[in-house]
């Protein structure tokens, strides 16, 4: 079954620093979205990004953060300068058709595995 | 506002027991409606998907309902097994977005 793939799995980087987390979204997938979970709480959407541009973004999708999709299958989270209250589970996901089309499987958000990001 | 809220925010049962948890929506326009699984340190993954004209939907021994007039769903879980522990998120979509719930934290005791 196809899978979105998401690295690293858990990095650990001090305040201040750069960090970029990558994903490979299912290939036939057209909409991508970031989302981070901080422990213990809900799953919280950042980002979406269809058509390589950013269809929509929260609150929390600040300057620091930025997303790329490069080359066609990597699609990144850049978090500029990270803070203590980045550390969080970041889930990448993907989905072949647009949100209001009904229920079929192609509508259904895939996520990644996620990562573990760690501030110190 | 748009809103999903989950109850309860944990539950603890017995191996072999059945449990049933519960999602209430405020979302307009209603698309439909999933429930996740997300076990500990991983991503959601998908159970059930959920349409306005659909009221039950099972996949094993989990059954979904929905309705759609009181805006509430349910999952119901069959024969609990230890594998079930995990957290079950309700996510509802209108036109554009998804809207998550905070989550059922399932604990499963042997």
């Known amino acids: 079954e196809p899978e979105v793939t998401q690295t690293p799995s858990h990095q650990v980087t001090q305040m201040g620093q750069e960090v970029i987390l990558r994903c490979v979204p299912i290939?036939?997938?057209?909409?991508f979205y970031w989302y981070r979970q901080i422990l213990g709480q809900k799953v919280e959407f950042l980002v979406s990004?269809?058509?390589?541009?950013?269809?929509?973004k929260s609150e929390i999708f600040d300057d620091q953060f930025s997303v790329e999709r490069p080359d066609g299958s990597n699609f990144t989270l850049k978090i500029r300068s990270t803070k203590l209250e980045d550390s969080a589970m970041y889930f990448c996901?993907?989905?072949?058709?647009?949100?209001?089309?009904?229920?079929?499987?192609?509508?259904?958000?895939?996520f990644g595995a996620g990562s573990r990001l760690t501030v110190l | 506002k748009n809103q999903v809220e989950q109850s309860p925010q944990s539950l603890i049962i017995l191996e072999g027991k059945n449990c049933t948890l519960q999602?209430?929506?405020?979302?307009?326009?209603?698309?439909?409606l999933r429930w996740y699984k997300q076990d500990t340190g991983r991503g959601p993954v998908s159970l059930t998907i959920?349409?306005?004209?659909?009221n039950t939907k099972s996949n094993g021994r989990y059954t979904a309902t929905l309705d759609a007039d009181t805006k509430q769903s349910s999952l119901h879980i069959t024969a609990s097994q230890l594998s079930d522990s995990a957290s079950y998120i309700c996510?509802?979509?209108?036109?554009?977005?998804?809207?998550f719930g905070t989550g059922t934290r399932l604990k499963v005791l042997a």
């Open positions: 999602c209430n929506y405020t979302v307009s326009p209603f698309s439909n």
């Open positions: 290939s036939n997938h057209l909409y």
């Open positions: 996901a993907s989905r072949r058709t647009a949100v209001g089309q009904g229920a079929s499987g192609a509508n259904v958000l895939t």
């Open positions: 996510v509802v979509s209108g036109t554009y977005k998804y809207i």
């Open positions: 959920m349409t306005f004209s659909e």
């Open positions: 990004f269809y058509n390589n541009e950013i269809s929509e």
